[in-house]
């Protein structure tokens, strides 16, 4: 009859249907990772993140773990809990900055990445392999993981590397370069930049106006880094970010700086303050 499909054409109109579901489903499965997956921030205290990126990969920073006053319980006892790690990255050499991270360059077998003239002492005194080092200066770029650029930019701080030395048993201490913080783009361009400790400096508007963060990491702690008015200042003026996240404070007794302070300084802001936790994770 009339308006019905016959048997044959029933068959074809099928075939065409499941072809259709077919290309759709493909195109779905094509479509990059990146623009699938969320970004996920863990806190492990102080200066510590770890970073699982869109595609999966995991990167961290300045991982002050077993000695850190506020590191979640499960990681402070068992390093190996982090699980595996694809790109590590220190902003200097200060203990509750680089804390475990050559320990775990080694476990992982991957490089550490840090200023030059860190991940030098490193090598020369046996802490690190040298294949397992990556030297940075105040700048440069690497490509650490598919997808994944980290770029070392200024900071106004310090660095000095404290090593026990076995043959002496005594503690030594050794010029480690200057530090950095770092512009961490994912695969999706989604821009991160980890400040690691510093205090203010006018370059701060040049590096935020030329790298386009998404996400600051700030410290906030005071008398090592800047307070938080100062934080909230450079944010306010020269930053401007959409979202920031405080770090560097509640683990030692002198960063006196509070997140309640660092509100206050930033209230009538736009900037999205995402306050967390040690242990906590969230997602972008």
Known sequence: MKG?????????????????????????????????????????????????????????????????????????????????????????????????????????????????????PLTTLGVLPADLGHRFNKTGRVTPAPGIKVTAVQAEHSSLLVWKNPATDKMESHPAGEPVGYIIELENGFKIWHMGDTGLF??????????????????????????????????????KPKMVIPMHYNSNPMTKGTLAEFQAAMKGSNIKIIPMTEGETVQF
Not at 16 to 34: D, F
Not at 52 to 59: D, F, L, S, V
């Open 4 to 120: 019905f499909l016959t048997k044959g054409g029933l068959g074809l109109l099928l075939a065409a249907v499941l072809a259709s579901a077919s290309t759709i489903s493909s195109a779905q499965n094509a479509a990059p990772a990146g623009a699938q997956g969320k970004t996920e921030a863990l806190w492990l205290g102080q200066a510590g993140f770890r970073i699982k990126t869109p595609q999966g990969k995991m990167i961290l920073i300045d991982p002050w773990i077993t000695g850190g006053p506020k590191t979640p319980p499960m990681y402070k006892t068992d390093l190996a809990a982090i699980g595996p790690i694809d790109v590590l990255l220190v902003t200097h050499a200060h203990v509750d900055h680089i804390g475990d991270a050559p320990a775990l360059a080694k476990m992982n077998n991957i490089k550490l990445y840090g200023p030059a003239d860190m991940i030098t």
């Open 202 to 239: 006018s370059d701060m508007k040049f590096i935020s106006e030329h790298y386009k963060p998404d996400l600051v990491m700030i410290p906030i702690g005071g008398n090592f880094t800047m307070a938080p008015d100062d934080a909230a200042f450079a944010l306010r003026t020269w930053v």
